[in-house]
């Protein structure tokens, strides 16, 4: 822009020149338009203002929102991760309650319940009703010895005992129960009423020829499955149909005798992480129920079996009078109600059956019951050891 040739003096002499200007206004009009005139123009700053003000803090405060966010974001995070693997961890816990709760439940018939009530593990009458019972023999994981396993089969059809047998062997648990998985059998079992005989079909390529420990153990089955469920004595075998059988230490066999053995000691066996032991016989048989007694108060180390009397059940003498059998506790020593005290005594009541007699009563207890035995009068023996639900 060009500058001004005109000075002031000039321009004041011209502005002295110029026509005079009257304002007739009131004073207090000029004033009010003045004071108009100001506030229209604060007016017209403050929100500029307020946005450079907005803009200032914003700038100041983004930086801490921003740590403070991410630090939230980091804490929410931290607490969802915590939070889920809280979740996980319930619902592991729940998990595994609710199967310890599903394992409680299936061995109801052998284990302590949660108030503390002992159980008897083997079948009694009383637990039957109208059902049957079936005993299954099965090796333990070392094949040294045949763990009885008992189950109370309801069937309301007429059927044979070896038709329910064949069916019900599918359902064992051999390994869930700590034992070793045998059935079922590879082999096909029919009645033969006729001849009052168990005909046993295998196939061509059975393994029960393969090693003395299998072929032993299948006999021994097959003959203690028989005579514990029926009262069957003789065993025919055949392969694909034809006549016989061949073991390899054996030998062929076409025909056996099933042979009923009593007089046997019961003993403990324990499986693998089991608190409450099976009631197994002893594979020697006694000549007198004294003797047996004698036995049960040591172990059998050689076969993993536990004395089941010492020292829970510290017998004196025994003696015998119409198929009952009396007994005198050592009056040094006393009787604990608990489990094991309770499968001692049951084991006792085993040993009694496996000598023909049908009652026990001990003369001399220092406690009158052990569970639900009542020992202030005499109980009967049981009906088959170990008692397990199939479903």
Not at 47 to 64: D, E, H, N, Q, S
Not at 255 to 271: M, P, T
């Amino acid at each position: 822009m060009k500058k001004s040739e005109w000075s002031d003096k000039q321009l004041e002499e011209l502005l002295r020149q110029m026509p005079k200007i009257q304002d007739d206004r009131n004073p207090r009009d000029i004033y009010q338009n003045l004071s108009i005139k100001k506030t229209k123009i604060k007016q017209w700053l403050l929100p500029g203002l307020a946005t450079a003000c907005a803009l200032l803090i914003f700038f100041i405060l983004v930086p801490k929102l921003m740590v403070g966010t991410q630090y939230s974001e980091d804490k929410a995070s931290q607490k969802n991760a915590s939070s889920g693997q809280e979740m996980q961890t319930a619902d592991e816990d729940s998990s595994i309650a609710l199967k310890k709760e599903d394992d409680n439940l299936k061995a109801k018939t052998f284990s302590a319940a949660e108030n503390n009530e002992l159980l008897k593990t083997a079948v009694y009458d009383d637990d039957v009703d109208n059902g049957r019972v079936l005993t299954y023999w099965i090796p333990d994981p070392q094949a040294q010895i045949l763990v009885p396993v008992s189950t109370i089969v309801n069937d309301s059809n007429d059927k044979s005992w070896l038709t329910i047998f064949n069916e019900n062997m599918v359902s064992l648990k051999e390994e869930e129960w700590g034992l070793s998985e045998f059935y079922p059998l590879n082999a096909t079992l029919r009645l033969d009423n006729k001849n009052k005989a168990v005909l046993v079909d295998v196939p061509s390529t059975h393994q029960y020829g393969q090693g003395s420990t299998t072929e032993t153990n299948f006999m021994n089955v097959l003959q203690k499955d028989i005579s514990s469920n029926s009262h069957i004595k003789k065993i025919q075998f055949s392969t694909n149909g034809e006549p016989g059988i061949e073991l390899g230490n054996l030998g062929r066999k076409e025909q056996i005798e099933v042979v009923q053995k009593k007089n046997h000691a019961f003993f403990f066996y324990f499986s693998k992480d089991s608190e409450i032991p099976y009631l197994v016989p002893s594979v020697k048989t006694y000549t007198d129920i004294n003797r047996a007694l004698e036995a049960m108060k040591n172990d059998q180390p050689l076969l993993g079996l536990k004395s089941s009397l010492f020292p829970a059940l510290p017998i004196k003498d025994v003696s015998i009078k119409e198929k009952t059998l009396f007994v005198t506790i050592d009056e040094n020593s006393s009787l604990r109600e608990d489990q094991v005290t309770i499968n001692a005594y049951e084991s006792l009541l085993l040993t009694a059956k496996e000598f023909g007699l049908e009652k026990v009563i001990i003369k001399n207890s220092p406690i009158k019951k052990i569970g639900t035995f009542n020992l202030s009068k005499e109980n009967k023996v049981p009906r088959a050891p170990n008692l397990r639900t199939l479903q």
